[in-house]
């Protein structure tokens, strides 16, 4: 048998009195001892990680997403392409991670649900942001932040700004040197498909050489709203598996609220444009 090995021998840094370490850097402390059930149940701690884990990923859309924004504003394309595929790498990421919490039974939710009190994914508000910055806004869906003002101020925020498809679209028009209606730029409302927006779409995806860097931004966002989509039916589905047509802990219909967001379409045009061609 080989020697065990010893770090020291190849001079590896093994005091960290007076140093940075891996734990220092990564707030390890804080971040593994945020883990509190409420419950004795074995599962609620997979419950707990698969949540934090996600509004993690969650953390980093956003960071790339507003990043992929404003250098879409400058019409920067090259940065857009790289962090928009990173985002549909990380909704790909969510989307395995279900098959984890699928392995919990609803027997096993049952055991710690009525802990969770009125707490709900309802209440994200990192999801309801990434929700607004993609452009599926519903100022309705603020109101369960009113208690935690900061958090609300940025969702407020958020609604006052462009969204990524509003920016894709000034792109858009600027390429072609063509006016897009006004009223497409709806604030505080989901994108609705426009006639105008769709004959615009039409004709970068009739001739792709011609306008290449349009073709691939329309293309990156149909793929990242693709993710989302199957984000979506992967939760809902989860959901339906779990607790079947319960109302939700946090006060919707559940499964059948959840279907009826399946229906939501982020970016319109670039789906319709497609029975066209
Ligand atoms: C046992 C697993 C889960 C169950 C039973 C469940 C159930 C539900 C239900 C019933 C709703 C509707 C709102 C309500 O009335 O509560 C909901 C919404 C939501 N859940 Fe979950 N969920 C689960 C796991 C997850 C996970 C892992 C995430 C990841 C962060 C998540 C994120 C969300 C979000 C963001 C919403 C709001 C969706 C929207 O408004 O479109 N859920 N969930
Ligand atoms: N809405 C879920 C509870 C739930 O899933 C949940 C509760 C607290 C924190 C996150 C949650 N996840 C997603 O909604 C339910 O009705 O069982």
Redesign the pocket.
């Given at each position: 048998m080989t020697e065990a090995y010893d770090p020291t021998d190849e001079g590896a840094k093994t005091s960290f009195a007076a140093d940075m370490s891996y734990g220092d850097y990564l707030s390890l402390d804080p971040i593994l001892t945020a883990q509190s059930p409420l419950s004795d149940a074995h599962d609620e701690m997979l419950?707990i990680i698969q949540?934090q884990t996600s509004e993690l990923w969650m953390r980093l859309a956003l960071h790339e997403l507003n990043a992929a924004r404003d250098a879409l504003a400058k019409g920067d394309f090259q940065p857009v392409f790289k962090m928009l595929t990173r985002v549909a790498r990380i909704f790909e990421q969510l989307n395995g991670a279900w098959d984890v919490l699928r392995t919990m039974t609803p027997s096993e939710?049952t055991a710690f649900?009525e802990d969770?009190g009125a707490?709900?994914?309802?209440?994200?508000h990192q999801y309801r942001l990434i929700e607004f910055v993609l452009g599926n806004r519903n100022p309705a869906m603020m109101k369960v932040h009113e208690h935690r003002p900061e958090l609300h101020a940025r969702l407020t925020a958020e609604l006052a700004q462009k969204s990524l498809y509003h920016v894709a679209l000034d792109q858009l028009s600027a390429h072609l040197e063509r006016d897009l209606p006004p009223g497409i730029y709806r604030m505080d409302a989901p994108h609705r498909a426009d006639d105008a927006v769709m004959a615009a779409w039409a004709e970068i995806y009739t001739d792709p050489r011609r306008h290449w860097s349009l073709y691939e931004l329309a293309e990156k966002l149909v793929d990242l709203e693709d993710y989302f989509r199957r984000w979506r039916f992967n939760?809902v589905t989860t959901?339906e598996r779990?607790?079947g047509f319960?109302?939700?802990?946090?006060g919707?219909s559940?499964v059948k609220y959840l279907r009826r967001m399946l229906e939501v379409e982020l970016f319109p045009e670039l789906w319709n444009v497609r029975g066209q061609l």
């Open positions: 419950f949540h939710y649900r969770l707490s709900s994914g309802f209440q994200s939760h959901v779990i607790i319960k109302r939700g802990t946090g919707t559940g």
